[in-house]
């Protein structure tokens, strides 16, 4: 385990490379959190500085204060969800970078420094994403970059998702959203477009605030130069009931937030006449009740706050 010494080697700042901020949240998952901090030590990037934000947790995150003494221990009284969270990591953090890391992610030697070096070397850039790979199987592909997203069904996909990585994906590539697990953001962007929307909670809050640097013109890229590993949905289970009522709740959401006229009224009679019968008739099939009243759930949010413009206005 790391030492006191060990850790303030990583937040020497006396070069010229900027300070990175990184920041990554906690819930209930000490020992998944302190395997993400352990290989931070490994980076060989000298300039940072660790934040971990406990949300709310029901154990102690005592531990990581106790094995990391210079990572800045953030604790909230209560879970603010995902967006809630980084926030207010956001607001203990000193450096010109940000680097928002899930904390079931292992980042290994040599990671942060091409994001740094894209970052620094075009300010069009509002963030970038490392490529990344799958912890159990780590020449699997989970990210790449993303596709547009669909106009009305609300998706976009993972471009190499599951594909063996053969380094076809190794050219650096602009991507209209980057991945939630390891986005790191320039401040001077997100001074400009504000912190990440709170409402979400979970999912879809990183898509929203990657198209709001888009409509302030800022560019995405990916940076296949860069790696991490990602253990994948360690807080909310790959399906769970959870998962499938923010999933079902939050794209809803987003397009209310982000598309207007004609293509919001199409994709609004998509989800409510095609994708959330079609769910919940899959779920019905496989017995899945609990999944079931989810997306009942999430429909109904949208019922009771369809007239509250804090929710649906992006600003």
């Not at 998952?29 to 949300?55: F, H, W």
């Not at 990344?132 to 998706?155: C, K, S, W």
């Not at 050219?171 to 939630?180: F, T």
């Not at 004609?262 to 994708?275: C, D, E, F, N, V």
Request: glycine share 6%; net charge positive.
């Amino acid at each position: 385990m790391a030492n006191r010494s060990d850790m303030n080697t990583l937040e020497t700042t006396g070069n010229a490379l900027p300070l990175v901020s990184i920041i990554s949240v906690n819930y209930n998952n000490v020992a998944v959190t302190c395997d993400m901090l352990a290989s931070l030590q490994s980076t060989g990037y000298p300039a940072l500085e660790v934040i971990v934000v406990d949300n709310g947790s029901s154990e102690s995150p005592e531990a990581i204060a106790e094995r990391y003494p210079s990572v800045q221990l953030v604790t909230s009284p209560q879970n603010l969800g995902f967006a809630g969270a980084n926030n207010l990591g956001i607001r203990h953090a000193h450096g010109e970078l940000l680097f928002f890391l899930n904390n079931d992610t292992i980042v290994p030697a040599g990671a942060i420094e091409p994001l740094v070096t894209a970052l620094q070397s075009n300010p069009h850039l509002a963030a970038v994403s490392p490529k990344i790979l799958y912890h159990d199987h780590p020449d699997l592909l989970q990210f790449a970059g993303y596709t547009e997203m669909n106009p009305y069904t609300v998706r976009c996909h993972s471009i190499g998702y599951k594909e063996q990585d053969r380094g076809q994906y190794d050219q650096l590539r602009s991507s209209p959203y980057l991945h939630g697990a390891a986005m790191m953001v320039r401040r001077e962007a997100l001074a400009r477009v504000g912190l990440m929307a709170e409402m979400y909670f979970l999912y879809y809050e990183e898509l929203d605030w990657c198209h709001r640097f888009r409509q302030a013109g800022y560019a995405l890229a990916v940076v296949p130069q860069a790696k991490i590993y990602h253990k994948e949905s360690v807080t909310t289970g790959k399906d769970s009931p959870l998962r499938q009522y923010y999933i079902s709740r939050n794209r809803m959401l987003f397009m209310k937030r982000n598309f207007s006229g004609r293509q919001r009224l199409i994709a609004t009679l998509y989800q409510h006449l095609i994708a959330f019968p079609k769910n919940i008739l899959s779920y019905l099939i496989k017995g899945k009740i609990e999944h079931v009243r989810s997306i009942v759930r999430a429909w109904h949010w949208h019922v009771i706050n369809r007239n509250n413009p804090a929710v649906y206005h992006n600003g």
